[in-house]
Nanobody
């Protein structure tokens, strides 16, 4: 039974930082791609950043230069370091895992497994 559990969200002021974590259990192989998505109030779910099995990273334009995605394959944890946060970053943040590969990294339909989300509020 695969589980993804996010943590690290919270309420911060603009300019501050947060580090999100996603603990993965129940899957022994390395995922082809793991990603962070977010969904703000009244907005569609959007891809924020992704990392593939070789360590290659991809970012949304809004995240470039401020967010860093990383993964610890030994501990099966995905991270998202978010710096210089803005009110527009307010959203529920989800981690997602793709065990097969294929498709655009920012396409939600590509990912088989999802966490329940962690709320980030920036004021």
């Amino acid at each position: 039974h695969v589980q993804l559990v996010e943590s690290g969200g919270g309420s911060v002021q603009a300019g501050q930082s947060l580090r999100l974590s996603c603990a993965v259990s129940g899957y022994t192989n390395t995922y082809y791609c793991m990603a962070w998505f977010r969904q703000g109030p009244g907005k569609r779910r959007e891809g924020v950043a992704a990392i593939d099995s070789a360590g290659g990273t991809m970012y949304a334009e809004s995240a470039k230069g401020r967010f860093t995605i990383s993964r610890d394959n030994t501990e099966n944890i995905l991270y998202l370091q978010m710096n210089s946060l803005k009110p527009d970053d307010t959203a529920m943040y989800y981690c997602a895992a793709d065990p097969r590969g294929g498709g655009y990294w920012y396409a939600a339909g590509r990912y088989t497994y999802w966490g329940h989300g962690t709320q980030v509020t920036v004021s």
